[in-house]
């Protein structure tokens, strides 16, 4: 396990994110890739804010984090599941580089949701991904293009939030931490150290075995952020 700055930002990560529309919009695109793909894993799964609806909606879900406090998180999520739900959800600790032994392989699914920013070996993750999938599963992967515009991300959130009546004090609050701690992660070197624009990471992922893509796009988090789905 690994104690870093996602210790500090994981409570601030879970409350904001689900807020922001621009996740939401996210989030809607990996749950329409994964339409029908029974088993998921979700490789980095942070506090289980992507894992919880796949369950929700009937897929089996293995998640996976090497931080204690985003772990927590999703383990507390996972023990607050129906009984039928969790029999479908597993949370362990593990580390993308190398997925636990316990994930099974032949998925139908890898989620790769803001992970690859994290490592400087991404090739490394990506064929772990392909070695869990079976043919003609898909792995999904979402990050930032660039060092991303946190104001610019904040900024049309709020705009967002007042025009549906949602920018009220506690959410001002939450933000407010929430800028604090990110801000500090996007600008340290040793945090954010990979980026991808999504034609170079299809490319890198056809040369690793991958077939064809059934998306990439840079139109995630008003356009800071990839979205590639690309079929084994």
Known sequence: MVDNIWTEFARSYDS???????????????????????YVIDAGCGTGLLSQPLVERGHTVVGF????????LAVGKQAQAPEEARRRWKVLEGDVRTFPREVPGEADAVLLNNVLFYVREPEQVLRQCFEH???GGVVIATGPRQ?????????????????????????????????DVT???????????????PDAL????????????????????YGENYYVCMVR
């Not at 749950?31 to 029974?38: A, V, W």
């Not at 984090?65 to 927590?72: E, I, R, S, V």
């Not at 801000?183 to 624009?197: K, Q, S």
């Open 65 to 72: 984090d090497n931080n204690p406090a985003m772990l927590g």
């Open 147 to 179: 060092r991303p515009d946190l104001r610019k991300v904040m900024v049309n959130s709020i705009e967002e939030w007042k025009a549906e009546g949602r920018w009220d004090e506690p959410l001002r609050a939450a933000t407010t931490y929430h800028v």
């Open 183 to 197: 801000r500090r992660l996007v600008t340290d070197p040793n945090e954010m150290v990979t980026f991808f624009e």
């Open 16 to 38: 904001i994110c689900s807020q922001l529309n621009c996740y939401r919009r996210m989030a809607a695109k990996v749950l329409r890739d994964t339409e029908g793909r029974k």
């Open 133 to 135: 999938l079976k043919p």
């Open 202 to 221: 299809v490319d890198t992922l056809r040369r690793l075995g991958f077939s064809h893509a059934l998306a990439a796009d840079s139109d995630d988090y």
